[in-house]
């Protein structure tokens, strides 16, 4: 949905977002269902030959014994792989829920018709040769969606690899992989189709259950968002999976996961974690959020687990799938063996969670149930010669304990007990824990872990690295989740902060006026300022001049300490561009001819006409704040350390604008920085509000002004009291 243009239009823009992601959810959540829990299915495009795309598919389905009619369509045989075959749609005995289309492009427009004269919502396009091919075939896949709204037709894909439910009764396989796996909570949606059947093979393996997977391929009609919110309604569904090799519609796609992580994870493998996006970018905020670093920050923003990989993926959902709260992140690690134990310890605390100490009553417990060679710290160490007893023993201690929030258990290569014998104690102990205390096993032996295990819903892994990562990602997911709230939108008419309306606009910023002026894209100093005090974002005083003369006068007018500048919006530093500490109009007329100088030296001659006289903020904290309009994502808006380091530092927070208050306060403290803004060794404590003040300041200029490409502020000093931007650039983009 495009932005709409002027201050506040984003409060209304968000209300209708909202209510048209309502409306959606509403209509497609009966296509939906066809999609995944049909009652007939038909295949268009049927053969009988198995080493074709349509003949694979259909021996799947039939193969999956699904519980109702299958229904091969074929003009030009009556039976296909052993079923009866109909000639068209119209003449099958039944009408189908769902319809699988495996045909030439050209001809797929046809069958949606047919589907939509006969009351089916439900259509999936396996057939290539659309938008993914050029022009051509973006034109037969506009006409194609134009047919299945006229007929009130939803459509997954074109050129997909199909849709698959291990639900129950309605269990079928209508993909081109062989493998359905058992069922269970754990749903699925892949923009690469192939990649995710690949995934779902490899949940097969892991012995995970799925409970729906659909390939969403060109995704001209349901796409990303509506599978998320169907799957996030859904009772059986405990975790969504998703493989993205982009982020459509980033605005919804944030607002729809955060609603569904309300109630169920949802885990995102995103592709691309390349630098290009980095190449040209003119301004700090554009190179610190360029690239992954913008796409990390929307799915943070949008309450989602990133993956770094598939068995990451695996891993969490192994976890997820299984334990649906979590007390906290004190972690008690039990094993016979030592060393496993350390290994364990050292990834839990590299992955956020704590392994503290004991208390009295626990280790007390644990020393009369284990050899008193055994430790009974933390890690426990029950030495090799530990039962499969003593392992439920001491998990049943240690999980009736205050001082422990979750458990793992790591089994190594046996000595006395059986792996079997320990997963069976394990499973028995399982049953006296809490619900929200979790239980990973690591079974360090050859074969792995028990199925027993999996069978009982108890996360197990062959490492601890593992167990520690996923254990670790759920708890921070989980933390995350709980503290999340929803006020309105900044720049809602609620807000007192970061709307013009609400400061008052001493002047009325004119964008054509200023774009006249604009030198290169690049706002004059003047109007760069004039917008900041538009938005209550304060700025020193200065005063323009053309030669020492006036910088001497200036001076004087100031009355104060000053900076001496060039006024164009380059990176001053980089070019002997800036003088500091000039407390006399001599001073000050040196400094302009000293930069001069160097302007011309540089080769930067034409810049050096018009320079600034400042005064100079003497003390705070120099910070970065800026935004940067990302071609797929919209404006981002960036916080960080500031200075001339700050893209060799590179401590900055990303988020996709508009800001939400948490997203401001986690923004600025998750910064490296951040102490020293709050009286690091004794020094003073800033304003800290004020910084989050600017932050919502600039997300409202991104949103209200979709012109605005670039904006930095840097350095933006935060002081005791209040913050000021002593130096900012604004970049228009070349048109509207």
């Known amino acids: 949905m495009d932005d709409q243009n002027g201050p506040g239009a984003d409060d209304a823009g968000t209300e209708r977002l909202d209510e048209d992601l309502r409306d959606r959810s509403r209509a497609v959540a009966p296509a939906l269902d066809a999609f995944l829990h049909p009652q007939a299915i038909a295949v268009v495009g049927a053969s009988s030959d198995p080493a074709t795309l349509s003949g694979l598919l259909f021996a799947n389905l039939v193969d999956s014994h699904f519980d109702g009619p299958i229904l091969p369509v074929n003009r030009n045989h009556s039976l296909v792989q052993g079923v009866t075959a109909y000639p068209d749609l119209a003449s099958c005995p039944v009408v189908p829920d769902l319809v699988i289309v495996c045909l030439p492009a050209p001809a797929v427009a046809r069958v949606v018709a047919q589907a939509g004269d006969l009351g089916i919502k439900a259509v999936c396009v396996i057939s290539a040769g659309f938008a993914e091919v050029g022009t051509a075939g973006a034109a037969l ?40 796996p058992r069922s269970g909570g754990t749903c699925m949606l892949s923009q690469s189709g192939a990649f995710g059947l690949a995934v779902v093979e490899a949940m097969e393996a892991r012995g995970l259950g799925l409970g729906g997977f659909v390939s969403v391929g060109n995704t001209a009609d349901i796409g990303v968002t509506d599978l998320l919110l169907y799957w996030g309604q859904d009772p059986g569904t405990d975790v969504v999976l998703a493989y993205l090799e ?39 905020t554009a190179a610190l959020s360029a690239g992954d ?131 069976a104690e394990l499973v028995s102990a399982r049953g006296d824990l809490g619900p929200d205390v979790p239980l990973v096993a690591v079974f360090l032996n050859r074969e792995g872990p028990p199925a027993s295990l999996r069978e009982a819903g108890i996360p197990a892994f062959m490492f601890p690295e593992n167990a520690a990562r996923a254990l670790g990602r759920s708890v921070a997911w989980h933390e ?51 917008l900041l005090g538009a938005y209550g974002i304060a700025v020193p005083r200065s005063i323009p001049v053309r030669t020492p003369d006036e910088a001497a006068a200036a001076q004087v007018e100031l009355g104060c300490p000053v900076v001496v500048k060039v006024a164009a919006a380059i990176h001053k530093s980089d070019v002997g561009g800036v003088r500091l500490g000039l407390t006399t109009p001599a001073g000050a007329a040196q400094a302009a001819r000293s930069v001069r100088a160097d302007l011309q030296a540089a080769g930067m001659a034409e810049l050096a006409e018009e320079l600034l006289v400042q005064e100079q903020i003497g003390t705070g904290q120099e910070m970065i704040v800026g935004t940067n309009r990302d071609p797929l994502l919209g404006p981002l808006v960036v916080v960080g350390l500031g200075g001339r380091l700050v893209e ?28 020293l ?36 502020l840097n350095p933006l000093f935060v002081l005791e009291k209040g913050a000021v931007a002593a130096d900012v650039r604004v970049r228009l983009a070349p048109d509207r």
């Not at 506009?142 to 009130?152: I, N, P, Q």
């Not at 109630?263 to 691309?272: E, F, I, S």
């Not at 003073?684 to 605005?708: F, M, N, T």
């Open 141 to 180: 896949q506009a006409s194609l969606v134009e047919t299945a709204l006229e007929r009130g037709v939803n459509l997954v894909g074109p050129n997909c690899t199909g849709v698959l439910s291990g639900a129950g009764s309605s269990r079928f396989n209508a993909t081109l992989g062989r493998t359905v």
């Open 246 to 284: 982009s982020v459509p519609d980033p605005r919804s796609f944030i607002r729809v996961a955060r609603h569904v992580g309300e109630r169920v994870p949802l885990v995102v493998l995103k592709a691309g974690r390349t630098p290009a996006g980095r190449r040209g970018a003119a301004s700090h």
């Open 293 to 423: 670093v913008a796409v990390d920050a929307l799915l943070h923003q949008a309450g989602v687990i990133r993956a770094g990989s598939i068995e990451e993926v695996l891993d969490l959902a192994t976890v997820l799938g299984s334990q649906k709260h979590f007390r906290g992140r004190r972690v008690a690690i039990v094993t016979n063996g030592g060393g496993s134990g350390v290994v364990a310890a050292d990834a839990c605390e590299n992955n956020g969670l704590v392994v503290p100490e004991l208390g009295g009553v626990v280790t007390g417990a644990l020393k009369s149930l284990l050899p008193a060679e055994a430790s009974v710290g933390n890690p426990v160490d029950m030495i090799a010669s530990a039962t499969a007893r003593h392992y439920g023993d001491v998990v049943r201690a240690l999980g009736s304990s205050a001082d422990v929030d979750a458990l793992i258990v790591v089994f190594n290569t046996p000595v006395v007990a059986t792996a079997a014998d320990v997963a």
């Open 480 to 530: 995350r989740r709980g503290r999340w709230s929803h006020p309105a939108p900044t720049g809602d008419a609620s807000s007192s902060v970061g709307t013009p309306q609400a400061h008052g606009r001493a002047i009325e910023w004119s964008l054509g006026l200023a774009r006249q002026r604009a030198h290169d894209g690049w706002l004059a100093p003047a109007d760069a300022e004039a």
């Open 648 to 675: 060799v530092l590179g401590d900055v927070a990303v988020r996709v604008a508009p800001l939400r208050d948490e997203d401001v306060t986690e923004m600025v403290q998750t910064l490296v920085s951040y102490p």
């Open 677 to 712: 803004l709050t009286g690091y060794r004794g020094g003073p404590v800033l304003d800290v509000d004020a910084l989050h003040d600017v932050l919502r300041g600039v997300s409202a200029i991104a949103q209200d002004w979709p012109e605005i490409v670039e904006m930095d």
